[in-house]
């Protein structure tokens, strides 16, 4: 587990928001040969960021766009390499969930790449639909009720 971190809400265009955008760009994007952009940036306006800091640096993100009704979709989720696979996806996870429970949220949709399904199936995911390519790579759609009765 990583010590002492904050996780919280950033506001788009901040400090925050451009590491945590280089952040996603670096994990999630450079790999494939592929590169965040200004549109990508536009898409962000209007959705909810969040990130996780260890001290004043920003190690992990996830950005939660709404789509009405009370539905999320997360996405481009992104940990910093030296701490990948010590619980902080799912200490970041968690929180975000909790922060859009709070808000009203009912259901959480994503995207994940085939090789992360089990990682959110344990966090209560359900996979819906056939495997599809999105940015290169397989992925499956995912979602999670939030709703009392359907959980």
């Known amino acids: 587990m990583v010590p002492d971190l904050l996780i919280m809400e950033i506001e788009y265009g901040s400090d925050a928001y451009e590491v945590a955008f280089s952040l996603r760009d670096a994990v999630l994007r450079r790999p494939l040969g592929l590169a965040l952009d200004a549109a990508d940036r ?53 929180e975000v969930e909790s922060v859009l429970r709070a808000a009203d949220a009912v259901e959480l949709t994503l995207h994940a790449r085939v090789e992360r399904v089990a990682f959110y199936e344990r966090l209560g995911f359900k996979t819906r639909g056939p495997t599809f390519i999105e940015v290169t790579v397989p992925h499956r759609a995912m979602r999670k009720s939030l709703r009392a009765t359907d959980a």
Do not use: I, K, S
């Open 42 to 94: 536009e898409c962000d306006r209007g959705d909810r960021h969040f990130a996780a800091f260890d001290g004043e640096t920003v190690v992990a993100c996830l950005v939660a766009t709404p789509l009405g009704g009370g539905v999320f979709r997360l996405r481009q989720m992104a940990v910093a390499g030296q701490l990948r696979g010590r619980g902080l996806g799912t200490l970041l996870m968690r």
